[in-house]
């Protein structure tokens, strides 16, 4: 279907075509190319940590980062089911099993009291979100939680570079953090993602598990010299044309952030006068940073304004339908619907809107008299 108004636009320009074009161009080092580390450190000094490495995906970074923390059979990780499903994947991957945890209803972050109550000796790490470019609003205290009880915080801040609780950033909290660059967020390389870490220990751990578990003494394409694998690893390595276009990308970061802001402010002047209707959840010291601009419907059923928004011509779309519901969590592990009343609940009533720096007030103004005119229609 051809949409009117698609749910997002990637934000691109003539500069992300040079940086790809040059890399291209020079007919060498397509793999392993010195914008590798340069997109690594521009992404930890961004975030305002020691060390970075960059992935061929969010899902494989996740992956390698439960491995590094030497997370296996027998472990738990503590997870949402309100989330994409890589974030409870992960912990399958390893050998471990994903707990899930109730979230809160403001930012729809894991809800600290659930986690206390979900933490067992089989507990080896915490892993929330940070939900559709909001910081998770009791990261804080998810922070304390895992600190008193000797367990690892690991921000699955996938949707939410830039996100900042103050002054201090989405995936400075945790012992580490995962960022995705795939096509629908606020900067992209199409796919990829990174883990931002303080520890030089980890950090180098997950640069084995990155590429075969080569210890890296020289350049694997520039040298003719002898390497060994002290380790078992994966090919999860970034091509250097994407590290290239997320270098271009990190330029325009506060740029993309500030006309995404913009245009979520005009949505809310506008839908805040409709009743039945909750906006994203913002306060002054929590900087969203609106990867996804999400309403939540009371009293109103989401799945038919879902369907009158596809008839206008507007792409919407669930964020999230809940893990432990689907076929594969069902039959693995017995899930059943009131397992995890709160995010099951949210899960029905969440509808996510178009939202992209270049949205134009006209579309806004569209697709916002189009969810009057359901209202209307549903109240006569």
């Known amino acids: 279907m051809k949409w009117k108004i698609p749910l997002f636009k990637i934000y691109w320009d003539d500069e992300d075509i040079r940086s790809v074009t040059e890399v291209i161009k020079r007919g060498t080092y397509w793999a392993a190319g010195p914008e590798i580390e340069e997109f690594e450190k521009k992404v930890a000094e961004y975030v305002g940590r020691r060390y970075a490495v960059a992935f061929n995906s969010g899902t494989s970074a996740l992956h390698a980062v439960l491995l590094a923390y030497g997370i296996g059979q027998g472990d738990e990780v503590i997870v949402p089911s309100f989330t994409f499903i890589s974030t409870a994947n992960a912990p399958l991957f390893v050998g471990a099993k994903p707990v899930f945890a109730e979230i809160e209803e403001k930012t729809y972050g894991m809800d600290p009291e659930d986690v206390k109550e979900k933490i067992t000796n089989k507990t080896k790490a915490i ?60 900067i992209t390389t199409g796919e990829g993602g990174i883990i931002v870490t303080d520890s030089k220990e ?11 578990g080569r210890l890296e003494t020289a350049g694997y ?15 999860f390595r970034m091509p250097t044309m994407i590290a290239a276009l997320g270098l271009s990308q990190m330029e325009k970061i506060d740029d993309v952030v500030k006309m995404r802001r913009e245009r ?117």
């Open 202 to 212: 980890i950090y180098e751990k997950l640069k084995l598990i990155c590429s075969h």
């Open 127 to 186: 892993m929330p979100i940070h939900y559709g470019g909001s910081p998770c609003l009791h990261i804080k205290d998810l922070k304390e939680i895992a600190q008193d009880h000797g367990l690892l915080l690991i921000e699955d801040a996938a949707e939410s570079l830039g996100a900042r609780i103050g002054s201090e950033m989405v995936g400075s909290f945790g012992d580490a953090a995962m960022f995705s660059f795939c096509q629908n967020k606020v």
């Open 221 to 235: 394409f520039t040298s003719s010299g002898q390497v060994d694998y002290i380790t078992l690893g994966y090919n």
């Open 264 to 380: 979520a402010k005009y949505y809310n002047s506008l839908l805040q006068k409709i009743g039945g209707i909750n906006l994203p959840f913002e306060t002054e010291y929590l900087y969203h940073v609106y990867q996804m601009y999400t309403i939540r419907l009371d009293g109103y059923d989401r799945d038919k304004l879902k369907e009158h928004l596809a008839r206008k011509g507007i792409f919407t779309k669930v964020y999230f339908d809940p893990v432990h519901l689907t076929r594969f969590y069902r039959e693995k592990f017995g899930y059943k619907e009131g397992t995890l009343p709160m995010t099951e609940e949210i899960s029905k009533k969440v509808l996510t809107l178009p939202m992209y720096a270049t949205l134009k007030k006209g579309e806004i103004d569209y697709i916002v008299n189009s969810i009057k005119e359901f209202i209307e229609g549903e109240n006569a």
